[in-house]
Nanobody, 120 residues
């Protein structure tokens, strides 16, 4: 059974930091590109940060560059999102996302989301 379980969200004041974690199971984690998306109320889901399966290439939304950092530990099947200098506009539900191929097919998986709320 495939699972992506996020944790680490919460309420933080502007300028604060949080680290989100996503633990994966049920698929070969090292073969998948891992990403974090977010969705604020009334807005579309957007890509925040992504890391290729090799861990050597990253991509960030312009709005979080220099503040957020994505990393992964293949031996722990875990991807992280370190968030610094959080601002009220970062308030959203953050989702873990996996995209990869194995057994001759392409797969996409989503976590259930974790709420991040930044107060001004």
């Amino acid at each position: 059974q495939v699972q992506l379980v996020e944790s680490g969200g919460g309420l933080v004041q502007a300028g604060g930091s949080l680290r989100l974690s996503c633990v994966a199971s049920g698929f070969t984690f090292s073969l998948y590109d891992m990403s974090w998306y977010r969705q604020a109320p009334g807005k579309e889901r957007e890509l925040v940060a992504a890391m290729r399966d090799s861990g050597g290439s990253t991509q960030y939304a312009d709005s979080v560059k220099g503040r957020f950092s994505i990393s992964k530990e293949n031996r722990r099947n875990t991807v992280y999102l370190q968030m610094k200098n959080l601002q009220p506009e970062d308030t959203a539900v953050y989702y873990c996302h996996a995209d990869g191929s194995e057994f001759g097919a392409d797969y996409i998986y989503w976590g259930q989301g974790t709420q991040v709320t930044v107060s001004s």
